[in-house]
């Protein structure tokens, strides 16, 4: 690596880590809840998962693995850390890693975890999981992806609290904070998906017909499917979007934003395996002028009953 650009990755380290002290300070100081009117969503009520042991945090080893003082290593659901390199992190990890320690290590914390058994432990024996500081209202996940130093993942055994998760990563991204003021991590298009195949990705376009070859569903948003960009939904799954009251075959025409493995197959391609994986966009509805016969009577009316200068407005 060049040396200015190590030389500039280590200060930018360095002003990632001062601006995280402020950060912690702030947010054990102030309720999640209560950081700005109408600014961000209620905590969820974790109704949805199973509550599992409490413990205490004895050290938390990167942005996504904690490790208890009974022994167990927590390994946090639902998070991306798009520079997260285990043997070379970038700054948004390297954040994410110091407000983790200030904010949870000897504190003790609430475990919530999928109620089916499925998605509780992962390959590497750890309990998956969504966590809670005990007694200060702090939701881990949601201070990740409200500070933008996350992105949403859910997997199909890890799906819990997906809704709650998008409304802070909007957010975020809204505020341009973190990772969103990056453009390298811009939620892609169907027209550059190509140019970034080879890694997880959030494509956001509009649905323009539906496929369906021997029982997989095709989501095209082009008119080419050889080489425009499709989401596939393998026949094993649609029974698994049904059930949730999404039925795939009637997307035609909406404007979603998915995420997923993005690879190439005839064309930029990711396969989903559950419904979360897809987020809906409403459309805000733009408001025309009124140009209706009473409404112009109106407008001469107050024109001549009030003129700039008697309001002391100037045009």
Known sequence: MHYSSCKNKHILTSLWQI??????LFLLLIPLHA????????????KTM????????EKVIDPLTLQLRDGRILFLSGLDFPDLDYYEPGPLSVMA???????????KVLIYQAKQDEGRINRMGHHVAHVVVYNKDLWVQGVLLRLGLARVRTTASNYDLAEHMYLYENQARAEKSGLWKVRAYDILSPDNAHLFTGGFAIVEGTILKIGNRQGQLYLNFGHNWRKDFTVAIPREHKKTFIQAGLNPQNLGGQKIRVRGWLRSYNGPYIEIDHPECLEFIKEEIEKKPANDKNKNIQNKHNEQKETPKENGLNN
């Open 35 to 46: 950081h700005a009117q109408n600014s961000i969503p209620d905590q969820p009520d974790f």
């Open 19 to 24: 601006a995280s002290i402020f950060i912690i």
């Open 97 to 107: 890693l110091k407000i983790l320690r200030d904010m949870l290590e000897g504190q």
């Open 50 to 57: 199973a509550k599992a042991e409490s413990g205490a945090v």
